[in-house]
């Protein structure tokens, strides 16, 4: 399988809200209820909070592509528009998120690499990520790629609030 990278620009933002909807609610329908499920998809995933995000110059996204069709994408944040102030010297691996049907092809694996490879090019010390508590699949992985829990912090889903996990990587 041939995995290929594209830095997202403006005029991907069609295509980055379906595929934000799309491994959003296949990752995370079947633990949370419709309506929350709906709200937390519309505030996140709107073309207006995207073209904002996109032109964030502390923010990138990327389009990975697997024999020429859409699997995943990733989303990296630095300086101020990292989720939490975490300094300077952290990157932060905001989104990565891969189609069901592409899981468990090394899709996952590659993307991390590319925000690993930008943060050692940007000499940041640290990479990390929240990770929602009850997503056992991702924490196992970040683990295995050496990421400790290093705190929590609250996550709305419509009205309920989650938890996720801070997991972080020193690089250094």
Same mark, same amino acid.
């Given at each position: 399988?041939?995995?290929?990278?594209?830095?997202?620009?403006?005029?991907?933002?069609?295509?980055?809200?379906?595929?934000?909807?799309?491994?959003?609610?296949?990752?995370?329908?079947?633990?949370?209820?419709?309506?929350?499920?709906?709200?937390?998809?519309?505030?996140?995933?709107?073309?207006?909070?995207?073209?904002?995000?996109?032109?964030?110059?502390?923010?990138?996204?990327?389009?990975?592509?697997?024999?020429?069709?859409?699997?995943?994408?990733? !989303?990296?944040?630095?300086?101020? /528009?990292?989720? =939490? #102030? @975490? $300094?300077?010297?952290?990157?932060?691996?905001?989104?990565? +998120?891969?189609?069901?049907?592409?899981?468990?092809?090394?899709?996952?694996?590659?993307?991390?690499?590319?925000?690993?490879?930008?943060?050692?090019?940007?000499?940041?010390?640290?990479?990390?990520?929240?990770?929602?508590? !009850?997503?056992?699949?991702?924490? /196992?992985?970040? =683990? #295995? @790629? $050496?990421?400790?829990?290093?705190?929590?912090?609250?996550? +709305?889903?419509?009205?309920?609030?989650?938890?996720?996990?801070?997991?972080?990587?020193?690089?250094?």
């Amino acid at each position: 399988m041939t995995i290929n990278l594209k830095k997202c620009t403006i005029e991907d933002l069609p295509v980055l809200q379906k595929i934000s909807y799309e491994t959003f609610n296949e990752t995370f329908k079947h633990q949370n209820s419709p309506e929350n499920m709906n709200s937390y998809l519309e505030r996140a995933f709107n073309l207006k909070q995207l073209e904002k995000e996109i032109l964030t110059i502390s923010s990138q996204f990327f389009f990975a592509y697997s024999n020429n069709e859409i699997a995943g994408y990733l !989303k990296i944040n630095t300086n101020d /528009a990292q989720s =939490e #102030k @975490m $300094g300077d010297e952290s990157l932060e691996i905001e989104r990565i +998120y891969i189609k069901n049907k592409f899981q468990k092809h090394g899709i996952g694996k590659y993307l991390f690499n590319k925000a690993l490879d930008i943060a050692v090019e940007r000499n940041k010390q640290k990479i990390w990520l929240g990770v929602w508590d !009850k997503n056992e699949n991702a924490i /196992a992985f970040y =683990e #295995k @790629m $050496g990421f400790i829990q290093t705190g929590a912090h609250s996550f +709305y889903m419509g009205d309920e609030e989650q938890i996720d996990f801070i997991m972080t990587k020193t690089l250094i």
